[in-house]
């Protein structure tokens, strides 16, 4: 897994300061959240996972056994709405369900903009090291050491989670305790592998708060960081490729529009 998640190249992105981008992103998804044009938010699907194939620097194949989820991130928006909405045009109904023209539209808005948000995060997360957030959190916007140390550890920990699980289910299979299936099952394997675990992960998190505390990763005390991050002319590249995408749906909404609905809320 963990060289399926490394990219083949280093692209210009990666060497950006992680904190600029988390910024970026952050108004980026605020912009994304506010827009309400159905062709817009339409090419920004489209510009944004066509930027996840040229800047993430993976395999176009890798990319997009990654983003074959989205068709579930979008089916799964898009139904609610079209299926429950309110609308005056009625196109089918049976029962509870009722398709009509507006509930479908605003469907399909609200899926592309779950595409949108996905297509963003993930080209934040495929470009961009935990560590080298944090790092550039604390130096950068000067987050205490203790929050940002505590959130590595707390990433750390989740394989150990993961591994102690398939520890004790082995431990069972071998001394043949299998759950029940059904609600009775649900409850069983609740007290062999809940309590156990939720134990020992209290147990590993004392130990290094423990740990942390001893080596006076409570901000109290000036630090200096292994890996020192700056900003650089990466970090001015960004906001420009993010405005020129922008415009560029924008422009291609205004010029060809697949939908032509300027606004959905009142379609």
């Known amino acids: 897994m963990r060289r399926f998640l ?9 060497r950006a300061n992680p904190a600029s981008k988390l910024v970026m992103m ?17 090419y920004q699907a489209v510009l944004f996972i066509v930027l996840l194939f040229a800047l993430s620097g993976y395999q176009p194949w890798k990319v997009a056994l990654i983003i074959l989820p989205f068709v579930l991130v979008f089916v799964s928006s898009a139904t609610t709405m ?13 029962g509870l369900l009722h398709i009509s023209e507006e509930s479908f539209y605003r469907g399909i808005h ?10 963003q995060g993930l080209l934040f997360v495929l470009t961009t090291s935990s560590v080298a957030l944090f790092y550039a959190l604390m130096q950068q916007m000067k987050l205490p050491p203790k929050y940002a140390y505590s ?6 920990l989740l394989p150990m989670v993961w591994e ?11 001394r043949g305790l299998r759950p029940p299936r059904g609600l009775a099952g ?15 992960s209290i ?3 004392h130990r290094v708060a423990v740990a942390m505390e001893a080596k006076a990763f409570d901000g109290s005390r000036p630090r200096t960081y292994f890996y020192p991050t700056a900003y650089s002319r990466y970090d001015l590249w960004i906001p420009v490729l993010l405005i020129i995408v922008q415009a560029l749906a924008y422009t291609l909404a205004m010029l060809y529009p697949p939908f032509g609905i300027a606004d959905v809320r009142y379609h």
């Open 164 to 174: 102690e699980l398939l520890v004790r289910r082995n431990a069972l299979l071998i």
């Open 26 to 42: 952050l108004l980026l998804f605020v912009m994304t959240l506010l827009t309400h044009r159905l062709d817009f938010i339409f």
């Open 6 to 14: 490394t990219p083949k190249v280093q692209t210009w992105m990666h």
């Open 186 to 200: 649900l409850a069983t394997g609740a007290k062999l592998y809940a309590v156990p675990l939720l134990s020992q």
């Open 151 to 156: 959130f590595m550890a707390s990433v750390r």
């Open 82 to 94: 079209i299926l429950f909405g309110k609308g005056d045009t009625l196109w089918w109904a049976w």
């Open 203 to 205: 147990r590993r998190a």
């Open 110 to 119: 609200i899926g592309l903009k779950a595409v949108t948000f996905a297509s």
